[in-house]
Structure formats: C-alpha cells, structure tokens
C-alpha cells in the first residue's frame, strides 16, 4: 500500500483525504469535550484550532531529520508538548 501510494499521487490524496476526514472529525469531538469539562477554552473555535493545528504540522515536516532528533534526545519532547499546550508561561 505505501508503495502504490507513492508513485501514485491519487491513491496519496485519497488517503490522506480518508484519514485527514476521520482525524478532524476526532479531533473535532475532543475539543468540544475539553470545552464541555473547562479543560480548553470555551471561545476557541474549531477553525482556529484547525489553523494552528496545520501550522504547527507543516511546520514539524519542515524540519529535517526530526524523528531521529526526537530520538536522541526524548527528554526535549515534554517540554514541546508543555510549550504547545500552555505557552511560554506553562
């Protein structure tokens, strides 16, 4: 399947279409349940979050080399996650 993904650029967007779909819709879900529990703010729109969501994604497959730089140094990942989650400030 990965194989027929790559040297077919269809079958690509067609998967990424599939999961891209299936990903926000989940994504979509856990936000209005975050704001439910007062977990995430309740003025945070779906399309804001979605808009950082993508900066943040085409931002991380910028970056070259990033797997194994998470890997050789993992201890660096919490504080990403705390920095994306809660700002400079966290």
Do not use: C
């Amino acid at each position: 399947m990965e194989t027929s993904a790559k040297h077919y650029p269809v079958i690509q967007e067609y998967i990424d279409n599939y999961w891209g779909e299936r990903r926000d819709n989940l994504i979509g879900k856990l936000l209005a349940e975050g704001k439910a529990g007062g977990y995430i703010r309740p003025d945070l729109s779906l399309e804001g979050f979605f808009f950082y969501y993508q900066i943040v994604r085409r931002g991380v497959y910028a970056i070259p080399n990033i797997a194994e730089r998470m890997l050789s140094k993992p201890q660096l990942m919490p504080e990403v996650i705390s920095v994306a989650i809660h700002g400079l400030r966290g």
